[in-house]
């Protein structure tokens, strides 16, 4: 399966931006889907999961409450909606897919990832 990640730009603290990944192929309900930050310097970290169906969400305690996951399966999207932005958020985002039975943080566990969109929020 092939990602493209779309939507990152350049924002002030307190908007909001979406972020989707478009993905190919048939098998896209196969996959757990997540996304994951990448700031200069820093490791690739965990943001927001979400599993097969849509039904459950997963996401990283720096992000809760002002991000959320949601995926359409008919179009092989997964959307990030991102609102009340900090200037901690600035990092390259990244989408990736799973075959784990559910959502894992770790990087490692995903066989695919987009090309990543960067994300950066002036303060």
């Known amino acids: 399966v092939q990602l493209q990640a779309s939507g990152g730009g350049l924002v002030q603290t307190g908007d909001s931006l979406r972020l989707s990944c478009a993905a190919s192929g048939r098998t896209f309900t196969s996959y757990i889907v997540a996304w994951f930050r990448q700031a200069p310097g820093k490791e690739r970290d965990f943001v927001a999961g979400?599993?097969?169906?849509?039904?459950?969400?997963y996401y990283s305690d720096s992000v809760k409450g002002r991000f959320t996951i949601s995926r359409d399966n008919a179009k092989n999207t997964v959307s990030l909606q991102m609102n009340s932005l900090k200037p901690e958020d600035t990092a390259v985002y990244y989408c990736a897919v799973s075959r784990a039975n559910t959502v894992v943080p770790g990087p490692s566990e995903y066989l695919y990832w987009g090309q990543g969109t960067q994300v950066t929020v002036s303060s």
């Open positions: 979400i599993t097969r169906s849509g039904g459950s969400t």
